[in-house]
């Protein structure tokens, strides 16, 4: 679909009313939408489909996925948190998990940025170097 510079800036004036401190807050989102709804401006499904789009965007770039070959001990999960915190900010959701294929070391993604320090990634460019 199609969307005018118009429904765009809208969106996103409506993204950022939505935002409280930098974080986005999930009540004032519903309550945008069903005003929204509610009111059907003209382009109000571009501007809907365009502000869908803002908040998956957001949401992505405040979760992060922590992969690990084995089970983190609690310090490290603490220390891992904390580096995470101080890059992104606050409001980062943080979820563990095992994946017994990379081997060792860790793999780290918020949003778009990877973090990849695993052991299965540097045999993977060894084996691409011969």
Excluded: W
């Amino acid at each position: 679909m199609k969307i005018s510079k118009l429904e765009q800036r809208e969106a996103r004036q409506l993204f950022r009313s939505c935002q409280v401190n930098g974080l986005l807050d999930e009540n004032r989102v519903r309550q945008a939408v069903s005003l929204l709804v509610a009111r059907k401006p003209r382009g109000y499904v571009a501007i809907l489909s365009r502000l869908l789009r803002l908040v998956q965007l957001d949401v992505e770039q405040h979760a992060a996925r922590v992969e690990s070959a084995t089970p983190l001990a609690a310090g490290l999960q603490a220390d891992v948190v904390d580096r995470m915190k101080k890059i992104y900010g606050a409001g980062l959701d943080i979820s563990f998990r095992e994946n017994p294929a990379l081997i060792g070391g860790l793999r780290i993604q918020v949003g778009s940025d990877l973090y990849d320090g695993s052991v299965k990634t540097r045999l993977e460019q060894l084996e691409q170097s011969f």
